[in-house]
């Protein structure tokens, strides 16, 4: 933990204050871009996934960049206020909690968010981190499931992804 914090900080002395970071995802057939800007009123969250199946999916910030074993080594959500799995718009939610992204019959998921937990700098940083799109829909913690308050029962990974530093 103490490394990633010292990392950050370290880049953002290097860099000045971060605007703006981007996650690009690849696996198999799913491909996309994600930016991260902030903004006054939280972070944007903008861009499109490509080839994910129709319907909802899950979609995360997860704890590490570490892809060295596929989208596993990623660990759980980034959750350091440690509170239970919820919806963006919940109290009681995991810093990397994002909700759902919707696919549509073209397999193509646009993203448009803006999220007041999540940032480019500080105690909720974000660069480095992992971003996860998940098999299924996220059930935001409301759900009746075993993992229902730890990972919203959203399944499997698809895509991943490192978020860096535009």
Known sequence: ML???LLVTAVASVYG??????????????????????TDAGVKVEGTINGLPAGKHGFHIHEKGDLTNGCTS???????TKKDHGAPEDENRHVGD?????ADSNKVAKIDIVDKLIALDG??????RAVVVHADEDDLGKGSFDDSKTTGHAGARLACGVIGIV
């Open 123 to 128: 105690d909720n940083c974000i660069i480095g």
């Open 3 to 5: 490394k990633i914090i």
């Open 98 to 102: 994002l909700g759902n992204i919707v």
């Open 74 to 80: 990623a660990a759980g959500h980034f959750n350091p």
């Open 17 to 38: 204050t971060v605007q703006q970071a981007v996650v690009v995802l690849k696996a198999g057939e799913i491909d996309g871009k994600v930016t991260f800007t902030k």
